[in-house]
C-alpha cells in the first residue's frame, strides 16, 4: 500500500508534469524528423498512432485532473485557474472522440457526374472469403513503417480451417515489377510510351489498364474480347489484336509493316508497335509469374509510385507470398488467389463507403488572378440530391466555403490537372463541437487572466493590458563612371511612375512598384547615378542605348571581378561588360553553367554571386527589351495586358508611347505630359474592371517612396544601443542622476514605433490584405511584436526597450539584404480569410515577445556572472528576470490563442483541426517547452531566477525552428524550401552548448542573489 501511494504521488506531482511535457515534446519533434526521412506512414506507425503515445496523454489526463481536485481549483480565488486547466481536459476528450470515433475522407467526381462513393483517408488491408455458401468481409486498419518489422498477424476461420495473414515487407515507394513464380499465372510487362512519360504496365488475365485514353486488356484463352488493344496467351507465346490499326516495327527483321485492325499478329520481344502517340514493346512475359513490389527509378514520378506490402498467407499446407500495391487515399489493387475451395481476394488501400446521398458536380470552376495562371479562387458547383427526404438543392463549395449537410462537411480540396474535376475532403466527426468547447473555454480563460488582478501575470507588475488584448485580435563607389545621363525631369518621371504594370502573376500595380523592386535586385544604382526610381526606369524605357551603358549589376565578388578581367574592387558595372567581345555571349556563362549544376545545399558564396548576377540580367533585358512594361490592355474579353513593344492591336497606346518616348528625348516636358494623359485615359478606360483604387495607387507609392522599414533599421540599432550602454552605466555607477538622455533615446525608439505602425497600415492598403502573408511581412511583423514588448515594460525598465530596439532593428536590417522578397503578393485561395488577421497576427506576435525573453534570459546569465554581492545590481537582475517571466506569459498565451485559432481555421479550410503537419507539430512543441519553462517556479530546486532564465534562452530555438527550421528542413503544408535547404549550420549545436556552459556557471556565481531573490519573495 506505502509503495501504491508513493506510485500515486508521483504521477500527480509537478516534477512528472514537466517530465511528461518534454518526453511529448521530444517525441513529436523525432517524429517530424521521422516523417521528412520516411515519410508521413512511418511518422504516424512509430509516433502519432502508437500505443505508448497514448499512455502520454492518458497520465497527462491523469496528472491533469488530480491536481485539478487535490489543489481544490475550484475554491473561490481559483476559479480562473480551474478554468483554463479543464479547458485542457475538455480538448483532450475531443481529441480522444475525434481519433476513435472520427471518419475523414475523400470524394472525387467529374463535371456531370453524380457520387456518393467515398475513399477513407486511412489505409486498411481488405480480405474477403469465399467458401462455399459462406462468405465474409474483414478490414483492418494499418500503419505501417519503413523503418520497423510492422509485425502484423490476423487469422481468420473459415468452414474449410482457419486462414492466417501476416506483413512480410512493406514498401512506402515501389512500382510493379513481374517475376517469376512456379505457382502463379501469365504476367505480361509491356513498356508504354506517349512520348511525353513511359511507365511500365503489368497485365494478368482478366486484367483492363487504361494509358491515356486507350485500354490495354489481357485474356487467358478463347476469343478476343472488348475494346482497345488486345493481348491473348496460349503456352508461352502471347498474340495481339486492336480495334484499331497499328503499326509494326521488328528490330530483327528491320522492316515496317501494319497491322489491320482486328487482324492477329504474334507479340514477341523486338519489335515497337504504335498506334497513335502510343508505343508499347514487350519487356517479359512470365507463362507463370507473380506480380512484386521493385525500389522505383531516382526520376520516377511521384504518381507512379504506390505504397505495397508484401502478404503471406497460410492455410492448411498451402503458403504464398501475395504482392499488394495501394496505399491511403488510393482504391487498393485486388488480388484473388484460391485455396481449395476457398477463394480469397485482398486489397491494401483505401476503403469505399458509401452516403446516405449523393453528390451531383454540376460545374468546376478557377479563377485566376488577371493575366496570370495563379488561382484566385476555385469551387465546386454541386447539387445535393437526397432521395430518403425527396431533396434537391444547389450549394457552392469553395476555399473556407464548406457544405454542411446530415453530419458530413465537405471542404473543397483539389481539382484534376484538366481543370473539369474536383476533389473534396470530408469528415465526420462527433468530437469537433467537444474540442470548440474546450477551445472556447481556453481562450476565455487566458484573456481573463489578462485582466485578473490576482493572475501571476499582474502580480508581476502592471501592464497596459488594452494593447495586449488588441493583439489578441489582430551605396558602394562605381567600378566604371559609365555614360552621361540625360536629363529626366523628375516631375514627368512621377507621372510616369504612376502608369500601371501588371506583373507576371496578374498583380496590377504602379510602374514606380516596378522600379522599386527592381532596383532591390539590382543594389540600388540609381543612388549611384543621382536618380529617383522613376527616373531611373523612365530613363531605361526611353534610352536602353544608354542604360546599357550604365552601371547598375553589382560586383561583390573577386573571382567574378577577375573573369571579367577586372583589377578594380567591388561596385557597379554596365550591362554591355557581359557581353563585349563575345558576340553576343554572356562572358560568365561557363560560370553559370557551373554553379546550376551544384546542389543549392553545395553552393558556396561566389556561386550564389554568379547565380545573383544571372536574375540581374535576366531582368535588365527585360527592361531594356520592353518586355516587362505590360501596360496596354489586352483585347476586349482578355485580362492580359500586354507590353508597348507586343501590342500589335492597340494602334493607340503604341502611338502614344512613342510619341511619349519622342517628346522625352526633345525634352518637351509639356508635350510628354499630354502623351502621358493620353496613356492614363486608354488604361482607365480599356482596363476599368482591374484598375486598383485611387487609394490603393496613392498608398503603394507613398509606401515605395519612403520605405520606412529599411529607413529605421538603423536607427534602431543605434538608438538601442545608446540606450543600453547608457543604463548599464547607470547600473555601476548609479551615482549619475541625469535621466533627460534616457528619455530622449527611448523617445526616438518610441518614434520609430509610430513610423513602423505607418509603414504596416501603409503596406496593408497597398496590398490590400493583411501584411504577414510571406516571409518578409513575417519578419517586419515580428520586429513590430518585439518593439511593442519593449514599450510595454517601459514603465518598469528600459533595458527591454532598448534590447527590443536592438533586436527589431536588426531583424529589419536583415529582411532588406536579399534574404527575403519584399514584394507584394496576390494571395493564394487558402489565405483570403477572416483568419489571416486573426490567426497569423496573434501567433506571429507572440514570437515577438518570445524574442525578448531570450535576449533578456541571456542578458540575466551574464549579469549573474558578475554581481557578487552588489545590492543595486541583484535588484536589477531581479527586475529584469519578473519582465523576462510576463513576457514569457503573455508570449504563451499569444501563442496558444493563435494556435487554437489557426485549428479552427484549419477545419475551416481542410477539413480537420489538427493534422501533424509539422508546422502544427512544432507549434505545439513550443507550447509544451514554455509551458515547462514557466512551471520550473511550482518544482522543487528549479524555483529561482536560473532556471527560468536558462530555460527561456533555450526555449527560443523551438521558436526558430518553428519559423525557420520547418520551412526548409521538414516537408509539410508549411514548407516551401526543403529541396533547396541550405545545410545545417553545425554552430548552432555549439551555440547551444555554450549558453548550456553560460547557465551552469551563472549557477555557481550566484552568492548574493539568492538572498535578495528570498527577500523578494517574502
Same mark, same amino acid.
Given at each position: 500500500?506505502?509503495?501504491l501511494?508513493?506510485?500515486?504521488?508521483?504521477?500527480i506531482?509537478m516534477?512528472?508534469?514537466?517530465?511528461?511535457?518534454?518526453?511529448y515534446?521530444?517525441a513529436?519533434?523525432?517524429?517530424?524528423l521521422?516523417?521528412a526521412?520516411?515519410?508521413?506512414?512511418?511518422?504516424?506507425a512509430l509516433?502519432?498512432?502508437?500505443?505508448w503515445?497514448?499512455m502520454?496523454?492518458?497520465?497527462?489526463?491523469?496528472?491533469l485532473?488530480?491536481?485539478?481536485?487535490?489543489?481544490?481549483?475550484?475554491?473561490?480565488?481559483?476559479?480562473?485557474?480551474?478554468?483554463f486547466h479543464?479547458?485542457?481536459?475538455?480538448i483532450?476528450?475531443?481529441?480522444a472522440?475525434?481519433?476513435?470515433?472520427g471518419?475523414?475522407?475523400s470524394?472525387?467526381f467529374?463535371?456531370g457526374e453524380?457520387?456518393?462513393?467515398?475513399?477513407?483517408?486511412?489505409?486498411?488491408l481488405?480480405?474477403?472469403?469465399?467458401?462455399?455458401?459462406f462468405?465474409?468481409?474483414h478490414?483492418?486498419?494499418?500503419?505501417l513503417?519503413?523503418?520497423?518489422?510492422?509485425?502484423?498477424?490476423?487469422?481468420i476461420?473459415s468452414?474449410?480451417?482457419?486462414?492466417?495473414c501476416?506483413i512480410?515487407?512493406?514498401?512506402?515507394?515501389?512500382?510493379p515489377?513481374?517475376?517469376?513464380?512456379?505457382?502463379?499465372?501469365?504476367?505480361?510487362?509491356?513498356?508504354?510510351?506517349d512520348?511525353?512519360?513511359?511507365?511500365?504496365l503489368?497485365?494478368?488475365p482478366?486484367?483492363?489498364e487504361?494509358?491515356?485514353g486507350?485500354?490495354f486488356n489481357l485474356?487467358a484463352?478463347g476469343?478476343?474480347q472488348?475494346?482497345?488493344?488486345?493481348f491473348?496467351?496460349?503456352?508461352d507465346?502471347v498474340y495481339?489484336r486492336s480495334?484499331?490499326d497499328?503499326?509494326?516495327?521488328?528490330?530483327?527483321?528491320?522492316?515496317r509493316?501494319?497491322?489491320?485492325?482486328?487482324?492477329r499478329?504474334?507479340f514477341?520481344?523486338?519489335?515497337?508497335?504504335?498506334?497513335?502517340?502510343?508505343?508499347?514493346?514487350?519487356?517479359?512475359?512470365?507463362?507463370?509469374?507473380?506480380?512484386?513490389?521493385?525500389p522505383?527509378?531516382?526520376?520516377a514520378?511521384?504518381g507512379?509510385?504506390f505504397?505495397?506490402?508484401?502478404l503471406r498467407?497460410?492455410?492448411?499446407?498451402?503458403?504464398r507470398?501475395i504482392t499488394l500495391f495501394?496505399?491511403p487515399d488510393?482504391?487498393?489493387?485486388p488480388?484473388?488467389?484460391?485455396?481449395?475451395?476457398t477463394?480469397?481476394?485482398?486489397?491494401?488501400?483505401?476503403m469505399?463507403?458509401?452516403?446516405?446521398?449523393?453528390?451531383?458536380l454540376?460545374k468546376?470552376?478557377?479563377?485566376?488572378?488577371?493575366?496570370?495562371?495563379?488561382?484566385?479562387?476555385?469551387?465546386?458547383?454541386?447539387?445535393i440530391i437526397?432521395?430518403?427526404?425527396?431533396?434537391?438543392?444547389?450549394?457552392?463549395i469553395?476555399?473556407?466555403?464548406?457544405?454542411?449537410?446530415?453530419?458530413?462537411?465537405?471542404?473543397?480540396?483539389?481539382?484534376?490537372?484538366d481543370?473539369?474535376?474536383?476533389?473534396?475532403?470530408v469528415?465526420?466527426d462527433?468530437?469537433?463541437?467537444?474540442?470548440?468547447?474546450?477551445?472556447?473555454?481556453?481562450?476565455?480563460?487566458?484573456?481573463?487572466?489578462?485582466l485578473?488582478?490576482?493572475?501571476?501575470?499582474?502580480?508581476?507588475?502592471?501592464l497596459?493590458?488594452?494593447?495586449i488584448?488588441?493583439?489578441?485580435?489582430?551605396?558602394?563607389?562605381?567600378?566604371f563612371?559609365?555614360?552621361?545621363i540625360?536629363h529626366?525631369?523628375?516631375?514627368?518621371?512621377?507621372?510616369f511612375?504612376?502608369l500601371?504594370v501588371?506583373d507576371?502573376?496578374?498583380?496590377?500595380?504602379?510602374?514606380?512598384?516596378?522600379?522599386h523592386?527592381s532596383?532591390?535586385?539590382?543594389?540600388?544604382?540609381?543612388?549611384?547615378?543621382?536618380?529617383?526610381?522613376?527616373?531611373?526606369l523612365?530613363?531605361?524605357?526611353?534610352?536602353p542605348?544608354?542604360?546599357?551603358?550604365?552601371?547598375?549589376?553589382?560586383?561583390?565578388?573577386p573571382?567574378?571581378?577577375?573573369?571579367?578581367?577586372?583589377d578594380?574592387g567591388?561596385?557597379?558595372?554596365a550591362?554591355e561588360?557581359?557581353?563585349s567581345?563575345?558576340?553576343?555571349?554572356?562572358?560568365?556563362?561557363?560560370?553559370i553553367?557551373h554553379a546550376?549544376?551544384?546542389?543549392?545545399?553545395?553552393r558556396?558564396?561566389?556561386d550564389?554571386?554568379?547565380?545573383t548576377?544571372?536574375?540581374?540580367?535576366?531582368?535588365?533585358?527585360?527592361?531594356?527589351?520592353?518586355?516587362a512594361?505590360?501596360?496596354?490592355?489586352?483585347?476586349a474579353g482578355?485580362?492580359?495586358?500586354?507590353p508597348?513593344?507586343r501590342?500589335?492591336?492597340?494602334t493607340?497606346?503604341v502611338?502614344?508611347?512613342?510619341?511619349?518616348?519622342?517628346?522625352?528625348r526633345a525634352?518637351q516636358?509639356n508635350?510628354?505630359?499630354?502623351?502621358?494623359?493620353?496613356?492614363e485615359?486608354?488604361q482607365?478606360?480599356?482596363?476599368k474592371?482591374?484598375?486598383p483604387s485611387?487609394?490603393?495607387l496613392?498608398?503603394?507609392?507613398?509606401y515605395?517612396?519612403f520605405?520606412?522599414?529599411?529607413l529605421i533599421?538603423?536607427?534602431?540599432?543605434v538608438?538601442g544601443?545608446?540606450l543600453?550602454?547608457?543604463?548599464m552605466?547607470?547600473l555601476w555607477?548609479?551615482?549619475?542622476?541625469?535621466?533627460k538622455l534616457?528619455?530622449?533615446?527611448?523617445g526616438?525608439?518610441c518614434i520609430?514605433?509610430?513610423?513602423q505602425?505607418?509603414g504596416?497600415i501603409l503596406?496593408w492598403?497597398?496590398?490590400?490584405?493583411?501584411p504577414w502573408?510571406?516571409?518578409?511581412?513575417?519578419?517586419i511583423?515580428?520586429?513590430?511584436?518585439?518593439?511593442?514588448?519593449?514599450?510595454?515594460?517601459?514603465k518598469k525598465?528600459r533595458?527591454p526597450?532598448?534590447l527590443?530596439?536592438?533586436?527589431?532593428?536588426?531583424?529589419?536590417?536583415?529582411a532588406?539584404?536579399?534574404w527575403?522578397?519584399?514584394r507584394i503578393?496576390?494571395?493564394v485561395p487558402?489565405?483570403?480569410?477572416?483568419?489571416?488577421?486573426?490567426?497569423v497576427s496573434?501567433?506571429?506576435?507572440?514570437?515577438?515577445f518570445f524574442?525578448?525573453?531570450? !535576449? #533578456?534570459g541571456l542578458?540575466? @546569465?551574464? /549579469?549573474i556572472?558578475?554581481?557578487? +554581492?552588489?545590492?543595486?545590481?541583484n535588484?536589477?537582475?531581479?527586475d529584469?528576470s519578473?519582465?523576462?517571466?510576463?513576457s514569457?506569459?503573455?508570449?504563451?498565451?499569444?501563442?496558444m490563442?493563435?494556435?487554437l485559432?489557426?485549428?479552427?481555421w484549419?477545419?475551416?479550410s481542410?477539413?480537420r483541426?489538427w493534422?501533424?503537419?509539422?508546422?502544427?507539430?512544432?507549434?505545439l512543441?513550443?507550447?509544451?517547452?514554455?509551458?515547462?519553462?514557466?512551471?520550473l517556479r511550482?518544482?522543487?530546486?528549479?524555483?529561482?531566477?536560473?532556471c527560468v532564465?536558462?530555460?527561456?534562452m533555450?526555449?527560443?530555438?523551438?521558436?526558430?525552428?518553428?519559423?525557420?527550421?520547418?520551412?526548409?528542413?521538414?516537408?509539410g503544408?508549411?514548407s516551401?524550401?526543403k529541396?533547396n535547404?541550405?545545410?545545417?549550420?553545425?554552430?548552432?549545436?555549439?551555440? !547551444? #552548448?555554450v549558453?548550456i556552459? @553560460?547557465? /551552469?556557471?551563472?549557477?555557481?556565481? +550566484?552568492r548574493?542573489l539568492g538572498e535578495e531573490?528570498k527577500?523578494?519573495?517574502?
Amino acid at each position: 500500500m506505502k509503495i501504491l501511494k508513493m506510485c500515486i504521488r508521483a504521477i500527480i506531482s509537478m516534477r512528472t508534469m514537466v517530465i511528461l511535457f518534454l518526453i511529448y515534446a521530444a517525441a513529436l519533434a523525432a517524429a517530424t524528423l521521422v516523417e521528412a526521412s520516411y515519410g508521413t506512414e512511418t511518422a504516424r506507425a512509430l509516433i502519432y498512432n502508437a500505443r505508448w503515445l497514448e499512455m502520454i496523454y492518458a497520465l497527462l489526463g491523469i496528472n491533469l485532473a488530480s491536481n485539478l481536485f487535490r489543489t481544490r481549483l475550484w475554491s473561490k480565488g481559483k476559479r480562473l485557474s480551474g478554468l483554463f486547466h479543464l479547458s485542457f481536459l475538455v480538448i483532450l476528450a475531443g481529441a480522444a472522440t475525434t481519433r476513435y470515433a472520427g471518419h475523414g475522407y475523400s470524394l472525387h467526381f467529374r463535371e456531370g457526374e453524380k457520387t456518393g462513393r467515398l475513399l477513407t483517408d486511412k489505409a486498411f488491408l481488405q480480405i474477403k472469403i469465399k467458401d462455399r455458401d459462406f462468405g465474409q468481409d474483414h478490414s483492418f486498419p494499418l500503419y505501417l513503417s519503413a523503418v520497423s518489422s510492422n509485425s502484423w498477424r490476423k487469422t481468420i476461420h473459415s468452414p474449410s480451417g482457419p486462414v492466417t495473414c501476416r506483413i512480410m515487407a512493406y514498401f512506402p515507394e515501389a512500382v510493379p515489377a513481374a517475376a517469376e513464380d512456379p505457382d502463379g499465372g501469365p504476367v505480361l510487362a509491356l513498356s508504354v510510351t506517349d512520348g511525353e512519360r513511359n511507365m511500365p504496365l503489368l497485365l494478368r488475365p482478366g486484367d483492363r489498364e487504361p494509358f491515356n485514353g486507350t485500354w490495354f486488356n489481357l485474356h487467358a484463352g478463347g476469343d478476343f474480347q472488348g475494346s482497345g488493344i488486345d493481348f491473348q496467351c496460349s503456352g508461352d507465346q502471347v498474340y495481339i489484336r486492336s480495334d484499331q490499326d497499328m503499326h509494326l516495327i521488328s528490330m530483327k527483321e528491320r522492316s515496317r509493316r501494319t497491322v489491320k485492325a482486328g487482324n492477329r499478329s504474334l507479340f514477341e520481344a523486338g519489335t515497337v508497335f504504335s498506334q497513335g502517340q502510343i508505343r508499347f514493346a514487350l519487356q517479359t512475359f512470365y507463362p507463370t509469374g507473380r506480380i512484386m513490389a521493385a525500389p522505383p527509378e531516382e526520376n520516377a514520378r511521384s504518381g507512379d509510385l504506390f505504397s505495397a506490402v508484401t502478404l503471406r498467407v497460410h492455410k492448411g499446407n498451402d503458403t504464398r507470398d501475395i504482392t499488394l500495391f495501394g496505399g491511403p487515399d488510393i482504391t487498393g489493387i485486388p488480388e484473388k488467389s484460391t485455396f481449395g475451395s476457398t477463394e480469397m481476394e485482398f486489397a491494401y488501400g483505401s476503403m469505399a463507403v458509401n452516403l446516405p446521398f449523393q453528390l451531383h458536380l454540376d460545374k468546376f470552376i478557377i479563377d485566376r488572378y488577371p493575366g496570370s495562371r495563379m488561382p484566385s479562387a476555385y469551387e465546386s458547383q454541386v447539387t445535393i440530391i437526397d432521395a430518403e427526404r425527396n431533396l434537391e438543392r444547389p450549394y457552392r463549395i469553395y476555399m473556407n466555403h464548406i457544405l454542411k449537410y446530415r453530419h458530413y462537411r465537405f471542404y473543397q480540396s483539389s481539382y484534376d490537372e484538366d481543370e473539369h474535376g474536383s476533389i473534396l475532403s470530408v469528415t465526420l466527426d462527433p468530437g469537433t463541437p467537444v474540442t470548440y468547447a474546450g477551445y472556447a473555454l481556453l481562450i476565455l480563460s487566458l484573456l481573463m487572466n489578462l485582466l485578473n488582478p490576482r493572475s501571476r501575470l499582474r502580480q508581476l507588475g502592471k501592464l497596459p493590458l488594452l494593447i495586449i488584448l488588441s493583439i489578441c485580435g489582430m551605396a558602394p563607389a562605381t567600378i566604371f563612371a559609365g555614360p552621361d545621363i540625360p536629363h529626366i525631369d523628375r516631375q514627368a518621371a512621377h507621372r510616369f511612375g504612376r502608369l500601371l504594370v501588371q506583373d507576371e502573376k496578374g498583380r496590377m500595380k504602379p510602374l514606380n512598384t516596378l522600379a522599386h523592386e527592381s532596383l532591390r535586385i539590382f543594389g540600388y544604382p540609381n543612388k549611384v547615378l543621382n536618380l529617383s526610381e522613376d527616373q531611373w526606369l523612365l530613363m531605361t524605357a526611353v534610352y536602353p542605348e544608354i542604360a546599357e551603358t550604365a552601371p547598375c549589376i553589382r560586383l561583390a565578388y573577386p573571382e567574378i571581378l577577375s573573369n571579367l578581367g577586372l583589377d578594380a574592387g567591388p561596385g557597379f558595372v554596365a550591362p554591355e561588360l557581359f557581353f563585349s567581345d563575345t558576340g553576343g555571349q554572356n562572358r560568365l556563362q561557363s560560370r553559370i553553367a557551373h554553379a546550376q549544376g551544384i546542389p543549392a545545399r553545395s553552393r558556396d558564396s561566389a556561386d550564389k554571386a554568379v547565380l545573383t548576377i544571372q536574375e540581374q540580367l535576366l531582368l535588365f533585358r527585360q527592361l531594356h527589351s520592353g518586355d516587362a512594361f505590360c501596360c496596354v490592355p489586352g483585347p476586349a474579353g482578355s485580362e492580359k495586358w500586354v507590353p508597348f513593344n507586343r501590342a500589335a492591336t492597340d494602334t493607340a497606346a503604341v502611338s502614344a508611347f512613342h510619341h511619349f518616348k519622342v517628346s522625352i528625348r526633345a525634352g518637351q516636358w509639356n508635350e510628354s505630359n499630354q502623351w502621358l494623359n493620353r496613356l492614363e485615359y486608354i488604361q482607365s478606360e480599356r482596363g476599368k474592371r482591374l484598375m486598383p483604387s485611387s487609394l490603393r495607387l496613392e498608398t503603394e507609392m507613398i509606401y515605395n517612396r519612403f520605405a520606412l522599414f529599411d529607413l529605421i533599421s538603423i536607427p534602431l540599432i543605434v538608438l538601442g544601443m545608446l540606450l543600453l550602454v547608457w543604463h548599464m552605466i547607470l547600473l555601476w555607477k548609479p551615482s549619475f542622476t541625469s535621466f533627460k538622455l534616457s528619455l530622449i533615446l527611448a523617445g526616438g525608439i518610441c518614434i520609430g514605433f509610430i513610423l513602423q505602425n505607418a509603414g504596416l497600415i501603409l503596406r496593408w492598403i497597398a496590398a490590400g490584405h493583411a501584411p504577414w502573408t510571406n516571409k518578409y511581412e513575417s519578419m517586419i511583423y515580428i520586429a513590430w511584436a518585439i518593439l511593442l514588448a519593449g514599450i510595454l515594460f517601459i514603465k518598469k525598465h528600459r533595458v527591454p526597450l532598448a534590447l527590443a530596439s536592438v533586436l527589431a532593428g536588426l531583424i529589419l536590417e536583415t529582411a532588406h539584404l536579399g534574404w527575403a522578397d519584399p514584394r507584394i503578393m496576390n494571395l493564394v485561395p487558402v489565405l483570403k480569410s477572416h483568419w489571416l488577421i486573426s490567426h497569423v497576427s496573434v501567433i506571429t506576435a507572440s514570437y515577438g515577445f518570445f524574442s525578448l525573453s531570450a !535576449i #533578456l534570459g541571456l542578458i540575466t @546569465l551574464i /549579469i549573474i556572472l558578475f554581481t557578487g +554581492k552588489n545590492t543595486s545590481i541583484n535588484r536589477f537582475t531581479l527586475d529584469i528576470s519578473r519582465i523576462n517571466e510576463q513576457s514569457l506569459l503573455i508570449g504563451l498565451t499569444l501563442i496558444m490563442i493563435g494556435n487554437l485559432l489557426g485549428a479552427v481555421w484549419a477545419n475551416e479550410s481542410w477539413g480537420r483541426y489538427w493534422g501533424w503537419d509539422p508546422k502544427e507539430t512544432w507549434t505545439l512543441i513550443v507550447i509544451l517547452v514554455y509551458t515547462v519553462v514557466l512551471h520550473l517556479r511550482l518544482v522543487p530546486k528549479t524555483n529561482n531566477i536560473l532556471c527560468v532564465s536558462t530555460g527561456s534562452m533555450l526555449a527560443f530555438w523551438t521558436v526558430l525552428m518553428t519559423y525557420l527550421g520547418v520551412n526548409f528542413y521538414l516537408s509539410g503544408m508549411h514548407s516551401y524550401a526543403k529541396a533547396n535547404a541550405p545545410p545545417f549550420p553545425k554552430i548552432i549545436i555549439w551555440i !547551444i #552548448l555554450v549558453q548550456i556552459g @553560460l547557465g /551552469i556557471w551563472a549557477g555557481k556565481e +550566484k552568492r548574493g542573489l539568492g538572498e535578495e531573490e528570498k527577500r523578494r519573495k517574502k
